[in-house]
């Protein structure tokens, strides 16, 4: 060996400063990477066929109401460099988005210069001062808009509009109207909803804070008594909220009259906390960081007796207690409402994140290629591969179905009566479960699809399943809904043996007539047959009550309280509640398909909802575990997904821009994923 030469230490030190000092050299300005001649973005609109029906048409079903208004708030969001993602341009096009890799503090703070944006723009404006199904409607609109353009300001706005708001306009009356209404719509003060303790969650007849009437100073003493009474995840309680409803237990004269709700203010006009009251951070989270959750404890507070919400029930000054509802499950119930309306927009804010999601992912398998399936051929484009179709085709489907659900249940909700009370709180319940469990596994299956590409952060897939997967838990945990559910269709079931009386409702009137019967052998147009895909879904929703009831009744039998039979009866329970809310969808989506005319458009329709139905049956173990399908007529349904996927490959781009989603609202994979990774934009 040369003793000259340098040891292989001393050529790895010399080898590793070469490679720094090459990673720190800047590159040139001036001479950019030139594409390669061999790969280049094509436009999905330049290779796919013209759509076979106007993706307006579709636009206006899915979306059901306020184009118009939607596509207003679209603009001023675009308009506003308040909205741009920190990559905002991108090779040629410009994107919105929050800078989700910013500290909470930061996040925080443009949530609320956003709001404050949006509120000079008069997005606000009668959002609880103006009445009528249409306004509703129009609220619902505009917040669907700023879902997707970010969670964190969606949940900030819904917090103070919907639950603190609602609560004053729906639980309180005329002298709470007149001081917050109007004040709450102006942002004059900013509201949260405390009704989640340390302790108690979806158990909230079982909190722990405490209101003590004095009727010599006509005040209500609230008080924590505990630390797992201590308010937690409370939405702008942390920075902004100046007043919130708090839920406590009423005890008047030693007697508990169960949980009310009042109003209490939290910080003075300059943000400082007010004495006795003490707040803390819940502190940096998987996602929704852009929102302040707070923790709240209340030391012998004292609030006027006027701040309790009175239309349910009230406490006079001598310290009598009236209610215009004499049953306390009932009482109990209408102090929930307010969730009702946070269930909804859940829901629908869940379906417009899948469309967002699928948008992207559909697009980019439109434009991005992958192996060649002939010696020296191009390379096939990733949704003409059978695989991919199923794995995103079927989302597409579903997503369209859901989506007429999601209208169904605003509709059902703007125009709602006392009546309709219980059947609003079963179906918030099982679509708001249902949709977004959907949601997530959307998510996840749309984060594969595109690859690496969908680990970053500006193209959304990825980081909307750490924004979204709280949607499973808060305003109700999404297997205690289903139960909810389950238990709500067992009474139907028990009140209509015991009174003799028909099923009225909740489309249970399938019930009253005679069993599906649902031929042995099945053919792909049986399968294709919108009154087999009824029967079917039938069968299994009155097979799965019937045999749920003489589960729960069997238990009864033994001994067993109600609630302990139907707690051991929960496997029947969760399948039940599945079959109602799957078989809801389906019904909901006839309506609307019956309601378009003949033409390509219901062609599409009917493709959708046939597809729907089958990969339901393909995924779910009922069909084979109860027999209502034989094993023979379950591989057919597999067979018949493939064949479907197929078919509604040619329509996939027609469908994802029919979602009505600027562009500037997707990310640069939907569009040329190439320039936006090029060196030469400075986007990187």
């Given at each position: 060996?040369?003793?000259?030469?340098?040891?292989?230490?001393?050529?790895?030190?010399?080898?590793?400063?070469?490679?720094?000092?090459?990673?720190?050299?800047?590159?040139?300005?001036?001479?950019?990477?030139?594409?390669?001649?061999?790969?280049?973005?094509?436009?999905?609109?330049?290779?796919?066929?013209?759509?076979?029906?106007?993706?307006?048409?579709?636009?206006?079903?899915?979306?059901?109401?306020?184009?118009?208004?939607?596509?207003?708030?679209?603009?001023?969001?675009?308009?506003?460099?308040?909205?741009?993602?920190?990559?905002?341009?991108?090779?040629?096009?410009?994107?919105?988005?929050?800078?989700?890799?910013?500290?909470?503090?930061?996040?925080?703070?443009?949530?609320?210069?956003?709001?404050?944006?949006?509120?000079?723009?008069?997005?606000?404006?009668?959002?609880?001062?103006?009445?009528?199904?249409?306004?509703?409607?129009?609220?619902?609109?505009?917040?669907?808009?700023?879902?997707?353009?970010?969670?964190?300001?969606?949940?900030?706005?819904?917090?103070?509009?919907?639950?603190?708001?609602?609560?004053?306009?729906?639980?309180?009356?005329?002298?709470?109207?007149?001081?917050?209404?109007?004040?709450?719509?102006?942002?004059?003060?900013?509201?949260c909803f405390a009704m989640t303790e340390l302790g108690h969650g979806s158990n909230v007849r079982g909190i722990e804070t405490i209101a003590t009437y004095d009727s010599e100073t006509r005040e209500f003493i609230i008080n924590t008594p505990c630390e797992s009474a201590q308010k937690y995840w409370i939405g702008g309680a942390a920075n902004h909220a100046t007043h919130t409803i708090v839920f406590c237990q009423l005890h008047i004269n030693g007697r508990n009259e169960g949980v009310h709700a009042f109003v209490a203010q939290i910080r003075d006009e300059d943000?400082?906390?007010?004495?006795?009251?003490?707040?803390?951070?819940?502190?940096?989270?998987?996602?929704?960081?852009?929102?302040?959750?707070?923790?709240?404890?209340?030391?012998?507070?004292?609030?006027?007796r006027e701040n309790l919400l009175n239309l349910v029930a009230d406490v006079l000054p001598d310290g009598q207690y009236v209610s215009m509802i004499d049953d306390p499950d009932q009482r109990f119930a209408a102090f929930l409402s307010p969730l009702t309306l946070g269930r909804v927009n859940i829901a629908v804010d869940s379906v417009y994140i899948s469309k967002v999601s699928l948008a992207i992912a559909v697009r980019y398998s439109l434009s991005r290629r992958a192996f060649s399936i002939t010696p020296d051929g191009p390379e096939t484009l990733l949704l003409?591969?059978?695989?991919?179709?199923?794995?995103?085709?079927?989302?597409?489907?579903?997503?369209?179905?859901?989506?007429?659900?999601?209208?169904?249940?605003?509709?059902?909700?703007?125009?709602?009566?006392?009546?309709?009370?219980?059947?609003?709180?079963?179906?918030?319940?099982?679509?708001?479960?249902?949709?977004?469990?959907?949601?997530?596994?959307?998510?996840?299956?749309?984060?594969?699809?595109?690859?690496?590409?969908?680990?970053?952060?500006?193209?959304?897939?990825?980081?909307?399943?750490?924004?979204?997967?709280?949607?499973?838990?808060?305003?109700?945990?999404?297997?205690?809904?289903?139960?909810?559910?389950?238990?709500?269709?067992?009474?139907?079931?028990?009140?209509?043996?015991?009174?003799?009386?028909?099923?009225?409702?909740?489309?249970?009137?399938?019930?009253?007539?005679?069993?599906?019967?649902?031929?042995?052998?099945?053919?792909?147009?049986?399968?294709?047959?919108?009154?087999?895909?009824?029967?079917?879904?039938?069968?299994?929703?009155?097979?799965?009550?019937?045999?749920?009831?003489?589960?729960?009744?069997?238990?009864?039998?033994?001994?067993?309280?109600?609630?302990?039979?139907?707690?051991?009866?929960?496997?029947?329970?969760?399948?039940?509640?599945?079959?109602?809310?799957?078989?809801?969808?389906?019904?909901?989506?006839?309506?609307?398909?019956?309601?378009?005319?003949?033409?390509?458009?219901?062609?599409?329709?009917?493709?959708?909802?046939?597809?729907?139905?089958?990969?339901?049956?393909?995924?779910?173990?009922?069909?084979?575990?109860?027999?209502?399908?034989?094993?023979?007529?379950?591989?057919?349904?597999?067979?018949?997904?493939?064949?479907?996927?197929?078919?509604?490959?040619?329509?996939?781009?027609?469908?994802?821009?029919?979602?009505?989603?600027?562009?500037?609202?997707?990310?640069?994979?939907?569009?040329?994923?190439?320039?936006?990774?090029?060196?030469?934009?400075?986007?990187?």
């Open positions: 060996m040369d003793p000259t030469s340098p040891s292989p230490a001393a050529r790895r030190a010399a080898a590793v400063a070469r490679h720094l000092a090459g990673a720190t050299a800047p590159f040139p300005a001036s001479t950019p990477l030139e594409p390669s001649c061999c790969l280049s973005y094509v436009p999905p609109e330049s290779t796919e066929r013209p759509a076979a029906f106007a993706p307006g048409d579709l636009r206006l079903l899915l979306d059901g109401h306020d184009l118009p208004a939607r596509d207003w708030l679209f603009r001023a969001m675009e308009e506003s460099p308040l909205f741009r993602s920190p990559s905002a341009r991108t090779g040629s096009r410009v994107f919105v988005g929050a800078d989700l890799n910013d500290g909470k503090e930061g996040q925080r703070e443009a949530t609320m210069r956003r709001i404050a944006y949006l509120k000079q723009r008069g997005v606000f404006r009668g959002w609880l001062t103006k009445d009528g199904a249409d306004a509703e409607l129009r609220k619902l609109a505009l917040l669907d808009c700023i879902a997707i353009y970010d969670h964190s300001l969606a949940i900030k706005i819904g917090v103070h509009f919907f639950l603190w708001g609602s609560a004053i306009k729906f639980l309180g009356t005329k002298r709470h109207h007149d001081k917050w209404l109007v004040a709450t719509e102006n942002y004059d003060i900013m509201g943000g400082t906390v007010l004495p006795n009251i003490r707040i803390a951070d819940c502190g940096h989270k998987i996602g929704l960081n852009g929102v302040d959750n707070g923790r709240i404890w209340f030391q012998n507070i004292r609030v006027p003409d591969y059978p695989s991919h179709q199923r794995r995103l085709l079927p989302l597409l489907a579903k997503v369209c179905l859901m989506s007429s659900a999601a209208n169904f249940m605003k509709n059902m909700y703007v125009k709602r009566t006392p009546e309709m009370s219980k059947a609003i709180h079963i179906y918030s319940s099982a679509l708001k479960a249902t949709l977004t469990w959907q949601n997530m596994m959307t998510l996840q299956e749309c984060r594969e699809a595109c690859g690496g590409q969908g680990l970053k952060t500006e193209n959304r897939v990825g980081v909307f399943k750490a924004e979204f997967d709280v949607q499973s838990t808060f305003e109700g945990d999404n297997n205690v809904l289903m139960q909810q559910v389950s238990k709500a269709l067992y009474a139907e079931f028990l009140g209509a043996q015991k009174k003799k009386r028909p099923f009225k409702g909740l489309g249970l009137e399938h019930l009253n007539g005679s069993t599906p019967v649902i031929p042995d052998k099945l053919t792909s147009n049986i399968l294709r047959s919108s009154k087999f895909q009824m029967d079917l879904f039938c069968l299994r929703e009155r097979d799965l009550l019937k045999q749920f009831a003489e589960e729960v009744s069997l238990h009864l039998a033994q001994g067993e309280s109600r609630e302990k039979a139907l707690m051991l009866s929960y496997q029947l329970a969760e399948d039940l509640a599945r079959a109602f809310t799957e078989r809801t969808i389906l019904q909901i989506f006839l309506e609307d398909e019956r309601n378009v005319p003949s033409g390509s458009l219901k062609e599409v329709l009917g493709l959708l909802r046939s597809l729907y139905v089958m990969v339901n049956i393909d995924e779910s173990t009922s069909f084979l575990r109860y027999g209502y399908l034989s094993r023979d007529n379950v591989a057919l349904v597999r067979k018949e997904v493939l064949k479907m996927c197929s078919e509604l490959r040619p329509h996939a781009l027609a469908v994802v821009s029919s979602f009505g989603i600027p562009d500037a609202f997707l990310s640069p994979l939907a569009f040329d994923w190439i320039e936006a990774n090029t060196l030469s934009t400075g986007s990187h």
